[in-house]
Nanobody, 115 residues
Framework: QVQLVESGGGLVQAGGSLRLSCVAS????????MGWYRQAPGKQRDLVAA???????NYPDSVKGRFTISRDNAKNTVYLQMNSLKPEDTAVYYC?????????WGQGTQVTVSS
């Protein structure tokens, strides 16, 4: 099993920055990919950024150039650096880990961007 603990969410003004952290524990060696998803009320959970065990990275156009995913293997931690935040970025952000066909999720952290 994999456990994920997130931190770093909060309230910022438009144009500001936040860095989210996700610490993984448990069967870390079994993780094939990790990423960040976000979900606003009434909407589906959408991919924000993902990184595979081999280092491949994927972003949707909505965040490309503003968000950066990175990892520190020594700390078992994945980060999401968010710059130039917009009100439409407001959502609950979830850390995700994929183990074969199973998805594990963190508890979620609220990001609110005010105008």
């Amino acid at each position: 099993q994999v456990q994920l603990v997130e931190s770093g969410g909060g309230l910022v003004q438009a144009g500001g920055s936040l860095r989210l952290s996700c610490v993984a524990s448990g069967s870390i060696r079994s993780i094939k990919a990790m990423g960040w998803y976000r979900q606003a009320p009434g909407k589906q959970r959408d991919l924000v950024a993902a990184i595979t065990s081999g280092g491949s990275i994927n972003y949707p156009d909505s965040v490309k150039g503003r968000f950066t995913i990175s990892r520190d293997n020594a700390k078992n931690t994945v980060y999401l650096q968010m710059n130039s935040l917009k009100p439409e970025d407001t959502a609950v952000y979830y850390c995700n880990a994929k183990v074969w066909l199973v998805n594990y999720w963190g508890q979620g952290t609220q990001v609110t961007v005010s105008s």
